[in-house]
């Protein structure tokens, strides 16, 4: 897709510019995960991140297709796949077919990173690249024409409830002058209430939250907390 559309497109679906925030439900209540997303979105949740794990890319294991097409079933909000998995091309289809809107994929992993993300444009949904924190900006160059957004992370992957590497806060800047105003930049990882405003002044537009939202007794608040004013 060419600049100007990838603009377009994301002036449609972030209208105001607005802060886009994204609950992780790796922090969910899974024995009630209809009230918990039917919550998220009453309380003003903008996508719904979904952190699927293979106990290989990262020492933990999550959730798979399955869970993302209940998902779709339960909300009209995007579905957001982070995909810290291997060899990311055996499995995109899937997700996508599932309703994943959004996927992304981790350069650092095994496999043909670059079919991955062509085969979830192909199919229709959005491609992304995350980076791990050690990951430098400039491994995202090669995949700068197939993406439309960047997740740069500010934990190592594998859990929630982990603390902020504020160390990786000026890779925004970095991204922001390397790919252009029309690439989404997003963050994951240790946000909360209290780092949010330091997130966002450092260029972070769409934040990914676990702990911040699911574990608040105030979801609508805690999210207000994290989007400021
Ligand atoms: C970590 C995941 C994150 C995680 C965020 O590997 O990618 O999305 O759920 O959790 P918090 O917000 O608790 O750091
Ligand atoms: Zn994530």
Redesign the pocket.
Known sequence: MDCTKRLEESKIQNPKSKILIAP?I??ADFTKLKDEIQAVEAAGADWI?V?VMDGHFVPNITMGPFIVEALNRLTNLPLDC?L?IQNPEKYVDRFVKSGADWVSVHPEAEGDIHGALETVAKLGAKPALALKPATPVSAANAFAQQIQMLLVMT?N??????KIMLECLPKYAEARKAFGPEMLLQI????TGENAAQVRAAGAQNI?????IFKSPDYAAAIKALRGA
């Open positions: 992780s790796l922090s991140h952190d982070h810290m934990v992957p594998g859990f929630s409830g982990q994951d990882g240790g946000v990914v939250a676990a702990t911040a």
